[in-house]
T-cell receptor, first 116, second 113 residues
Framework: GAVVSQHPSWVICKSGTSVKIECRSLDFQATTMFWYRQFPKQSLMLMATSNEGSKATYEQGVEKDKFLINHASLTLSTLTVTSAHPEDSSFYIC????????????FGPGTRLTVL | QKEVEQNSGPLSVPEGAIASLNCTYSDRVSQSFFWYRQYSGKSPELIMSIYSNGDKEDGRFTAQLNKASQYVSLLIRDSQPSDSATYLCAVIILTGGGNKLTFGTGTQLKVEL
């Protein structure tokens, strides 16, 4: 149980384009979803937290107009990187928690974004 | 001071030995602690959670928590080459924006044949 999927698993795009990443909880309802970014040799950094049906809460230093997050249902959240630039190239990972176990996060497999 | 600190390693142990991974945290009121395993190029996988002082065992893994010392550790018995990975310590820390799962930078473990 507690399986989280992400799509796509990797994406290569040109600078200036937008990329959408989907995060789905497959066998549970995710009341809260989280988006992380991980650069090589570094730990996970939380970008934003989203609750179903409400606006995402962004961490300090994360541009909400650049990283658009939509949590439209209890099983789906999307992250759109708008006008991507090479410095946005990173490993993006989502996670989800349930109403019952709010402190435990289950991670998706990640999406590797490369911006040329 | 970092909120969650780990030695980056690499920690090298021979196959069959006990690997000991350590983590300290800064927030005295933290109550939830987690160990994740991350293979290169993959996302973190939850190994164990611990909430109370003392030891918690799950198979070859034992988590140890000492809230007075703000210290949490992970022991891996009978280490296998497949255990070679980066181990991330994570702590729920209360921030102005609510509870946040905060990760250490991870300890790289190498289990040698």
């Amino acid at each position: 149980g507690a399986v989280v999927s992400q799509h796509p698993s990797w994406v290569i795009c040109k600078s200036g384009t937008s990329v959408k990443i989907e995060c789905r909880s497959l066998d549970f309802q995710a009341t809260t979803m989280f988006w992380y970014r991980q650069f090589p040799k570094q730990s996970l950094m939380l970008m934003a937290t989203s609750n179903e049906g409400s606006k995402a809460t962004y961490e300090q230093g994360v541009e909400k107009d650049k990283f658009l997050i939509n949590h439209a249902s209890l099983t789906l959240s999307t992250l759109t990187v708008t006008s991507a630039h090479p410095e946005d190239s990173s490993f993006y990972i989502c996670s989800a928690s349930t109403r019952v176990r709010t402190d435990t996060q289950y991670f998706g497999p990640g999406t590797r974004l490369t911006v040329l | 001071q970092k909120e969650v600190e780990q030695n980056s390693g690499p920690l090298s142990v021979p196959e069959g030995a006990i690997a000991s991974l350590n983590c300290t945290y800064s927030d005295r009121v933290s109550q939830s602690f987690f160990w994740y395993r991350q293979y290169s190029g993959k996302s973190p996988e939850l190994i164990m959670s611990i909430y109370s002082n003392g030891d918690k065992e799950d198979g070859r893994f034992t988590a140890q928590l000492n809230k007075a010392s703000q210290y949490v550790s992970l022991l891996i018995r009978d280490s296998q080459p497949s255990d070679s990975a980066t181990y991330l310590c994570a702590v729920i820390i209360l921030t102005g924006g609510g509870n946040k799962l905060t990760f250490g930078t991870g300890t790289q473990l190498k289990v040698e044949l």
